[in-house]
């Protein structure tokens, strides 16, 4: 999607290693938002950013951290990855006002073997 | 999002119109959202409405808004083989949306 990357696009990680996901935005939103995406359970918010430095934690946020040093990236980790993490993870950015909803990353395909 | 609850599948055949529902919790949402994401791909704002109108109408698309039993509709007219898709319903909550578990349209000839 415009203005908003996620790298890598697929990673396979072993158990127990720490494995670290990138969402990128050009659009200078102040929102950014990490969710993971499993069959059965839609979306389901993980983090937030509502600013730089400035994170919350979402409904299934154990063994994952964030950081936001910069308004552009939003980094995502999981601390050491299991295989209940195998998911998808977008990536969101949106304004305050949420008008017009989020605009989503491509999505990072994660296999925890 | 356990507040959202979609229906999980749905298939239509070409030509026809498709419906597909939505209830949501949070009475005080203001807007409210339909998503499309396709096979491999993210999610694509399909169209939304705010939590004021009852209806809203874009070229085939139609959302239908019941504030007080809480439900939300999307209908596609004349469906076709590029509506295959999973559609998501999402509401707003403060800063965040909250998201169904998605409701997989499979088109057939």
């Known amino acids: 999607d415009a203005g908003i990357t996620q790298s890598p696009r697929h990673k396979v990680t072993e158990t127990g290693t720490p494995v670290t996901l990138r969402c990128h935005q050009t659009?200078?939103?102040?929102?950014m938002y990490w969710y993971r995406q499993d069959p059965g359970h839609g979306l389901r918010l993980i983090h937030y950013s509502y600013g730089v430095k400035d994170t919350d934690k979402g409904e299934v946020s154990d063994g994952y951290s964030v950081s936001r040093s910069k308004t552009e990236d939003f980094l995502l980790t999981l601390e050491s990855a299991t295989s209940s993490q195998t998911s998808v993870y977008f990536c969101a950015i949106s304004s305050p006002q949420l008008t017009y909803g989020y605009t989503f990353g491509s999505g990072t395909r994660l296999t925890v073997v | 999002g356990e507040d959202v609850e979609q229906s999980l599948f749905l298939s239509v055949r070409e030509g026809d119109s498709s419906v597909i529902n939505c209830t949501y919790t949070d009475s005080s949402s203001t807007y409210l959202y339909w998503y499309k994401q396709e096979p491999g791909a993210g999610l694509q704002l399909l169209t939304y409405i705010f939590s004021n109108m009852d209806m809203k109408q874009d070229q085939r698309l139609t959302v239908l808004l019941n504030k007080k039993d809480k439900h939300l509709s999307l209908r596609i007219a004349d469906t076709q083989t590029g509506d295959s898709a999973i559609y998501f319903c999402a509401e707003k909550e403060d800063y965040k949306l909250s998201f169904g578990a998605g409701t997989t349209v499979t088109v057939r000839a």
């Open positions: 659009e200078n939103h102040r929102y």
